[in-house]
Each structure stands twice: as C-alpha cells, then as structure tokens.
C-alpha cells in the first residue's frame, strides 16, 4: 500500500477506506477516475523495476564451490592422468603401419613429456595407426598425423624417419625446389587415349599458424572457411574464373554424386579428422568445371583439376597455376601455407609432405594386372596402381611419394612410368614377354 498511499497522496485524494461520509456524487466519480489512473501508475512503476535474475536452487547452493573449480585459463590446470612411458607404450606387434615399424621404446620415451604449444601430444601424432593396424601385408599407410605444422619440429625425431621410409628419400637440409613450369614436361601429348581414359592432378596444402584438421577447434575451422572464402573470391574477380563456393551441408544428393562425395569414413571419425561434420566443411566449383577446391575435409585446401582424357598436362598446368595465385592471396592475408625448409609443403599427413602433389591416371589394363611382375615394376617405377570400383579392368596409377622431387619431376615420373605400362600391356596383349621392357630403379 505505500506506493499506492503516495501515489494518492501525489493526487490529492484521501485513502480509499478514509473518504469523509459527506462528499458528493461528483467526488465519488472523481475518485474512481483516480483509482484508475493510480493502478496505471503502480502497474508502470512495477514494470521498470529491475527484477532480481532466478535462481535455481541446486545452482545457488553450489554456485561458490563450482566457481572455485574453474581457473582462468582451463587449460592451464591440464594434467594428463598417465602412468610412465614404458607402462603407456602400445601395443604394436600386430600393426604394419610404418609408424609401428619405426616406433620403439626409446623412441616413444623422448617424445611422451613433449606438447605442442596448440596441445598436441605425441599419442595424438601415432593414434591413425592404433586405429587402423593394417591387415598384415607391406605398409600401406605411414600410420600418424600431425595435428599442427609444429609438430614436424616437435617430433622430427620419430616425423623424419617415417618421411624417409615412406618416400624412399633421405632428409637433407633443404627440400628439393619447387618446380611448377609446365612447359618442361616431355612425352605427354602420345598418351593412347584407348587406354589412358582419365587422369587428375590435385594438391594439398596446410595454412599455417592453424591446427591441422584433425586437432583443430570450431572456430578455426569457421575462420579458415572464411578465409578460403576471400582467396576463392579474388580469384574469381582478378582471375576471371567464375565459380561458387558450396557449403557441404547445402549440397544435395545429385551434386555430392557428381563429386564424389561420400560421407566420413569411421576411421576419419575415430581420429577426430570428421568432428562437427558437415560443419564449416565446403567445396568451390568453377563454372567449366576444370577446378574443384576442397576446404577443410582432408586437409585445410584441396586443389583438384580432373580431365577425362590422358592430357595430364593442362590438368597439372590448372592445378598449378591456380595454387601459385592463391598462394599470393593468402600470403596477403598473413596467413601463408605451411612450410619448413628441410621438408617442403607440410599437411596433416607425412605422406603428403614435400610438394604435396597427386597425378592419378586411370587405364584400361587386361593382362599386365595378372602378371607376376607387375610388383616389382611398379616398384621400380615409383608407382601404385589399384583396381577402381568402376570397371574390373580398370585401374588407378599415381605416383608413391610426394617427397624428394620436385611437382614436374613427378609428374614426369607418372607419365614415364603410364608409357611404359601401356607398352607392357600392348606384348601382352600380342602373346609376347615383357622381361626386356622392365626398367632399372627409378
């Protein structure tokens, strides 16, 4: 009743159980038209008050303690809760990776205290290969991942040598130089179109001061989207190649189709590569649809350029002219790629380390998958060849490693080595052996 008494009082009228018995007619109105205008007036009061915020229960009896628990950095309070290197050391005598092959207890006892300053630590780099053993056979993957540029310095110790035994190349104090003139390829333009059908060049690329995919946070990966999104952009003004960036989540069934698309395998997910899938997840299309740009899937950037025909020239020369534009682009934003200078380009994956450079070439092989030298062939070429899901005689040949020369070096390595398949395939197919046409080491 006292905001209302003042209120009143504020009015010029008495309380409303007070009035005197010999007031009129017209006073009664009065005071009901102020009886009124006084709930207005308290209603308008109350409505500006500043109300005090709910309080939980369960919260304000706990509110002090929980407070007490939260330092102002949580990271800086990170205890790991491990016993000693040798009592972590995993088990290996079933996995075929090279990570397995190449990690010992020694080893595995220098790096275990080591952190790189974003946090990663040395179970981080090897958890790939504890995830996917291999089945047994030669090592097919290099069985680790970086999860940021620092850790190629960090863990050079244990990096280095799964370098060097993946891409058969020794580690010296430079990286061979990069070597992006198309120009100096020879031999490319006779590749029988019978059996060359498809070729593709792609490269990838890690940005550097940003963790790599598998150890990054959300708002990195939405940072590194945008970015992509202005490099992409320049390049479609300053470059005159139109094209569109597609969020993945916007794509339908029919484009993921056409792009080959497939949703994150369960080993991308264990490993962490596939957290908050499809999010800040896109792909950049140009309008001749000579160039796709992958951001943030595999690696930060994917540059793929895909022909179907054998004219592994103009794919490579796509790829690299517009890597070397985007490149300059990101070097503005002061965000440059990855690089060190004993290794070259560096990604999340050792195996892509160097030039991080791809040439696949699809052929039309029926008899040369059959024989019992192709093996030691495609060894010594410096080749992989794999059967597709397309066609039974159909088969993928891409260069085995991206380190130790440079982008045309191993383009030319690719194309020598198609040739020299092709020819195989053709004694072949004439009853004839192919023992004289095997090559020296490459």
């Known amino acids: 009743m006292e905001p209302e008494r003042k209120v009143m009082n504020r009015l010029g009228v008495d309380e409303v159980g007070g009035a005197s018995h010999g007031r009129s007619h017209k006073a009664d109105e009065q005071l ?6 006084l709930r207005a007036i308290v209603a308008a009061d109350d409505m500006w008050k500043v109300k005090p915020p709910i309080a939980f229960p369960m919260e304000t009896r706990y509110r002090t303690i929980l407070e007490s628990l939260v330092p102002p ?5 990170l205890h790991l809760r491990r016993l000693s290197a040798d009592e972590e050391f995993p088990d290996l005598s079933r996995n075929s990776t090279w990570m397995a092959r190449i990690l010992t207890p020694a080893m595995y006892r220098r790096q275990f205290h080591r952190c790189t300053q974003s946090g990663v630590i040395f179970d981080d780099v090897i958890r790939p290969g504890l995830e996917e ?12 991942v970086a999860g940021d540029a620092q850790c190629y310095v960090l863990f050079c110790d244990f990096f280095d040598r799964v370098i060097e035994a993946h891409h058969q190349h020794e580690i010296t104090g430079q990286a061979p130089e990069g070597d992006f003139n198309y120009d100096n390829l020879k031999g490319t333009c006779d590749l029988d179109s019978s059996y060359a059908v498809r070729c593709e060049a792609s490269v990838v690329r890690g940005v550097e001061d940003f963790c790599f995919p598998t150890h990054c946070s959300r708002g990195e990966r939405r940072q590194l989207l945008a970015l992509a999104r202005g490099a992409l952009l320049r390049l479609e003004e300053e ?13 339908d069934q029919a484009q993921q189709w056409e792009l080959n698309l497939e949703p994150p395998s369960a080993s991308r997910l264990r490993i962490g590569a596939a957290r908050d899938w499809p999010d800040a997840r896109a792909v950049w299309v140009s309008e001749d ?12 950037l994917r540059l793929v350029s895909t022909r179907d025909d054998g004219n592994i020239v103009e794919a490579f020369k796509c790829v690299c002219v517009n890597l070397q534009k985007l490149e300059g682009f990101y070097r503005e934003l002061r965000h440059p790629f990855a690089w060190k200078q004993q290794l070259g380009w560096v990604s999340s994956s050792p195996a892509d380390v160097g030039t991080g450079l791809r040439i696949r070439v699809d052929l039309r092989l029926r008899h040369l998958p059959g024989h019992k030298r192709l093996q030691d062939v495609l060894s010594r070429l410096r080749v992989r060849m794999h059967a597709t899901t397309e066609s039974p005689a159909l088969y993928c040949v891409s260069n085995a490693a991206t380190f130790g020369r440079s982008e045309v070096g191993l383009t030319q390595l690719v194309v020598d080595g198609v040739k020299l398949l092709v020819a195989m395939e053709r004694r072949l197919e004439g009853g004839r052996d192919i023992d004289e046409l095997v090559p020296a080491q490459k």
């Open 133 to 144: 053993p291999g089945d047994g056979s030669a090592p097919e993957s290099v069985g680790c």
């Open 239 to 251: 470059e005159q190649l139109p094209g569109r960036l597609h969020p993945l989540e916007e794509l």
């Open 289 to 300: 649809g000579s160039l796709v740009v992958w951001v943030n899937v595999d690696d930060h």
């Open 73 to 77: 950095d949580p990271m800086s309070r």
């Open 32 to 37: 009901g038209t102020n009886s009124t205008i």
